[in-house]
């Protein structure tokens, strides 16, 4: 599987990814609640599954740095909030309270730090370990990093792709990471050629694709061009098997295939850029 470098980390630094992961860890081994009686009594909680100052200061803790409570400033909790509220737009925990009924702590109001799982989150949860893209943030940080070289509409499809993978729309990740592909092409084509009105008008027409992907593999070496095709062929797939108008299952795990798809394709031909534009 392609796997992401992580950046180079600063003491007392967190990414959100790293947040998102420690979260996660730690709802899972939350027990689930049966009801009001579980929340009587102290607790770390504060009447939910969650209380972020008690996750942050135990993270803390337990790093090498070992950063006191007193210590911690505002950059040391944001990555967990920002976490937080992720788990929550996907519908794995939700503001406030495991069931306020009226009669809740902090002043009966949203303190902005207490979270409950819901009954999705408690399915999602069990599945967590499988997810395969713990913080796809990252994965669009990294096809952002080739927009210079294919373009707005590389970069506009790209972030679609991600954006519907994380929603759970996997069936639109597929097409949109198919999207992203062809416009690799046809800024790879416009390099080669040098006439973006002429690329598009050929890219139009019956057959469009195969010829422009041929032109483009002109003049290279039978190995770079197999190459070539053989990663555009894999993205083919997505977008028009995906794209046709009629019913089909698109599993998550075959939206991260696409997705894994389409970074090797912008990193081969970006590698392989003076080559294959030439």
Request: charged share 20%; with cysteine.
């Amino acid at each position: 599987m392609l796997k992401l470098s992580p950046p180079r980390k600063e003491i007392g630094v967190m990414h959100f990814d790293d947040a998102y992961e420690v979260l996660i860890k730690y709802l899972v081994a939350v027990p689930e609640s049966k009801g009001q009686s579980t929340r009587a009594g102290p607790s770390h909680s504060h009447g939910g599954d969650l209380w972020i100052p008690h996750v942050v200061q135990g993270y803390w803790q337990s790093r090498p740095e070992k950063i006191a409570s007193d210590e911690l400033e505002d950059h040391h909790f944001q990555p967990f909030y920002d976490a937080a509220w992720e788990l929550c737009r996907i519908g794995v925990i939700r503001p406030g309270e495991f069931a306020p009924r009226g009669w809740a702590t902090d002043a009966g109001l949203f303190s902005g730090d207490t979270f409950s799982i819901t009954r999705f989150g408690r399915a999602w949860l069990k599945d967590a370990s499988q997810r395969l893209i713990a913080d796809p943030s990252r994965l669009t940080q990294v096809l952002q990093g080739f927009a210079d070289r294919f373009g707005g509409g590389y970069a506009q499809r790209a972030t679609e792709a991600v954006r519907t993978y994380r929603t759970g729309n996997y069936l639109a990740a597929c097409v949109m990471a198919g999207a992203a592909a062809e416009s690799i092409l046809l800024a790879l084509a416009t390099a080669k050629i040098g006439d973006e009105s002429k690329v598009l008008l050929e890219y139009n027409t019956t057959g469009g694709r195969r010829r422009l992907t041929k032109r483009v593999c002109s003049n290279v070496s039978a190995t770079l061009a197999t190459q070539l095709e053989a990663a555009l062929q894999a993205l083919r797939h997505w977008h028009d098997g995906a794209g046709h108008a009629t019913m089909t299952t698109v599993s998550e795990a075959e939206a991260h295939i696409s997705l894994t798809d389409l970074l090797r394709l912008a990193q081969f031909v970006h590698d392989h850029w003076a080559e294959l534009a030439a």
